[in-house]
């Protein structure tokens, strides 16, 4: 009697949630009634079948009545290629190479959202041409510390570059009628443990880094489905978080998509039914009916557990979403969808370009005139190696990819002799999952640089008159399910570097990486520094030009480059990878730069650096008003003008400060960004706009956003560490 009564109650609390999120989305009257005529058709067993997986990225439909099978892929930066239906083997199909973006800490370097968008179409579009449903991305997790395997597919270590690269990059893949999976939901910033890990962390916290990018995709982008974070929070799997799910994201953000599991992330029938997880894929039964979501749930229903209302609920999310992408009205639904077209294929060329981070360039060694050399060396694994088939879930089968010596030997190899060294080699492995998710990049033999190896490098540096690196990292350190050990270059990168530049002073570093690494010692003896990235198909052929100055490097990092791994706030504190199962946020709120600033803490390289072969000014900063209500928008203006010589792209950045405050917040706070790109002497008045309800802080008593009256200060910037002028404007 009690296990009913405890249901009856749950469920009383999960109608009046249900109705608050329907309060706070205004649905289509028609659509609602087509859902609720399709589901009176259904038998419960038919209804059970569109909620889990029939296959590994499949989904029963119900073919009488019109509803065909979902079908899902991944593909944050490519459609995967195809997977058997019951099985991890490939399927050997010949037609499905895909394009292959930069991924994602490059693609938000680019801090570009017109191309954020057209990212989301590229793939919205090859995944129709796949016949793809959802498409299982983008990863919105913030970067929390710099072992995070997945950090590569993430963005940024900011909740608001996060979000605003998201917002458009969502939309632009859901106009294609291929519905974005926002992942992973939530607090999934680290693989150590990663299934069953229990964080805790405050509501500031919570609300203020780890939720945003997933709250503005939602209300904002729309955002059809959500997929289910594999850890815990607060004690409970996110698959079967009440609070995260049925009260947060249905009830405060009024999502009213699908949330699936990642797969093999479902724990428990009626207590996930109940939380409001709608899909269960991937649970590692041979039998699919045997999946929490199979027939336990109809035993649920059949033994009073829970009522068959919370299946239709569920159901209906499911046909929600397939009607806002068509999949119910074929005639609608967009069917041009298109494959390594010479359009897509640009675009990677362009999102690769305004990636590149420029770090250092001393003496303006950089751009070089390669054309008029004699001679260059061309050194590192990284040079030759390709970077599309790693990171396990994200891998792509590119339909090329054009690695940085291929690059260059197309545009000058006619021209110039190239001498190839490979300067390290490959000595590490990677075992998915193996020792709990700690231990990516372990090595088979010592980590040391290889005499032979480097004495050619040497050599042929001597001999050429620049010498380029291609260096970093790959995907045995950069990959799902796995953390990295530490942030050192492996293979001996470090001795590398330092005698490469002794013997020839014009060298460069690229640093091919999609996470922090240790750059204290490159910065010190390398006369030039770009940061990389996997920079997609088109890498090759956009290093070249970028080192040759056909193309100006505009990216801006995303995430701070520290001196050491224990400058990091979530390892000063010493809570990496937390304790017995249990990891605690004690950085709370100070993530990132947000922690080095308030903490004034010397950087390497600070969030939102990058270097241009042109030069910017700022000024003429200004106001719509100096008083503003809460309710407001504050209008930011100010001059930005190209005083160099070349054209180039500058992201000009808007910081904010609150004064005083009556709870710690951070020196400051990113609030906007532009990218401009101006020609030589050119300058332009531009303009960002600030809601004042983006000044606030997360009140835990009030549990809502709070904007304090009192002064704030403006910052207009080019990099956190680069503030250019400030304002001073009051809050009523």
């Not at 160099?644 to 992201?651: D, I, L, N, Q, T």
Request: charged share 25%; hydrophobic share 35%.
């Amino acid at each position: 009697m009690k296990k009913y009564i405890y249901t009856a109650i749950t469920l009383l609390l999960l109608c009046t949630q249900t109705l608050s999120a329907q309060r706070m989305y205004t649905k289509d009257p028609k659509v609602e009634q087509r859902i609720e005529k399709l589901i009176k058709k259904m038998t419960l067993k038919e209804k059970v079948g569109m909620l889990h997986g029939n296959s590994k990225f499949f989904v029963s439909g119900v073919e009488r009545l019109g509803i065909p099978e979902w079908s899902m892929s991944d593909g944050p930066h490519g459609v995967r290629a195809e997977i058997n239906r019951h099985d991890w083997n490939y399927s050997g199909w010949t037609n499905d190479s895909s394009t292959y973006l930069p991924t994602g800490t490059a693609f938000a370097a680019t801090w570009n959202t017109e191309l954020a968008y057209k990212r989301g179409q590229i793939l919205g579009s090859e995944a129709r041409y796949r016949k793809k449903d959802v498409l299982l991305g983008p990863g919105v997790n913030i970067i929390r510390s710099p072992l995070c395997g997945r950090n590569f597919e993430y963005f940024s270590e900011d909740p608001f570059l996060t979000a605003r690269m998201s917002v458009p990059y969502v939309k632009g893949l859901q106009s294609r009628d291929v519905a974005a999976s926002i992942k992973h939901y939530a607090l999934n910033n680290q693989e150590t443990e990663r299934g069953t890990i229990d964080v805790y962390a405050s509501e500031r916290a919570l609300h203020e880094i780890y939720l945003p990018a997933f709250k503005a995709t939602v209300e904002e982008g729309g955002a059809l489905t959500v997929m289910a974070a594999y850890n815990k929070f607060r004690g409970e799997w996110c698959a079967e978080n009440k609070y995260l799910v049925r009260d947060i994201l249905k009830g405060e953000m009024g999502f009213d998509g699908a949330y699936i599991t990642d797969w093999g992330g479902a724990h428990s029938t009626v207590k996930s039914a109940i939380a409001g997880l709608d899909v269960e894929m991937g649970t590692e039964k041979a039998n699919y009916n045997e999946w929490y979501f199979a027939d336990p749930l109809i035993e649920a229903v059949q033994k009073g557990e829970i009522p068959e209302s919370l299946v239709d609920e569920k159901v209906a999310n499911v046909l929600r979403v397939m009607i806002r992408t068509n999949i119910l009205d074929p005639k609608k639904r967009f069917n041009d969808g298109v494959i390594n077209t010479k359009e897509h294929q640009q675009e990677a060329y362009q999102e690769a370009v305004e990636a590149v981070v420029l770090l250092k360039n001393e003496n303006n060694l950089l751009p070089m005139n390669i054309g008029s050399m004699k001679s260059i060396a061309v050194i590192g694994d990284n040079a030759t190696r390709r970077h599309c088939d790693g990171g396990l879930s994200s891998e792509i089968k590119a339909l090329y990819e054009i690695t940085p010596l291929e690059g260059l030997r197309r545009k000058f190899g006619d021209k110039v002799q190239i001498n190839f060294a490979q300067g390290y080699e490959k000595t590490s492995f990677f075992v998915p999952g193996e020792n709990n998710g700690q231990g990516a990049g372990r090595f088979s033999e010592d980590n040391k640089v290889k005499e032979g190896l480097l004495n050619e490098a040497i050599e042929a540096a001597k001999k050429s008159e620049a010498a380029i690196i291609f260096c970093g990292l790959n995907h045995d350190f950069d990959t799902e399910s796995a953390d990295k050990m530490y942030m050192q270059l492996p293979y001996g990168q470090i001795e590398l570097i330092q005698e490469v530049s002794k013997v020839n002073p014009n060298t460069v570093v690229v640093i091919i990486a999609g996470s922090p690494v240790d750059l204290v010692a490159p910065s010190i003896c390398a006369p030039a520094i770009i940061w990389g990235w996997y920079n997609g198909m088109e890498a090759g052929n956009a290093f070249a030009d970028i080192i040759t100055g056909k193309e100006n490097p505009s990216g801006k990092m995303p995430f701070t480059l520290a001196y050491s791994l224990e400058q990091y706030p979530a390892h000063a504190y010493n809570n990496y990878p937390g304790r017995n199962g249990i990891v605690n946020y004690e950085d709370d709120i100070l993530v990132g730069y947000r922690w080095f600033d308030t903490k004034k803490q010397p950087v390497v390289y600070s969030f939102g650096y990058g270097l241009s072969y042109t030069e910017f000014s700022y000024g003429k900063l200004s106001t719509d008003k100096q008083s503003y209500n809460q309710e407001d928008k504050i209008r930011v203006k100010f001059l930005l003008q190209n005083t160099g010589s070349v054209k180039g792209g500058e992201v000009a950045q808007l910081y904010v400060s609150d004064v005083e405050s009556s709870v710690l917040r951070p020196t400051k706070e990113l609030k906007g960004f532009r990218k401009v790109f101006l020609n030589p002497g050119e300058s332009q008045q531009v303009e960002i706009d600030v809601p004042v309800s983006e000044l606030g802080f997360y009140d835990e008593e009030k549990r809502a956003f709070v904007v304090e009256p009192g002064e704030f200060i403006l910052h207009i910037a080019s990099s956190a560490s680069d503030i250019k002028d400030s304002i001073s404007i009051k809050i009523q």
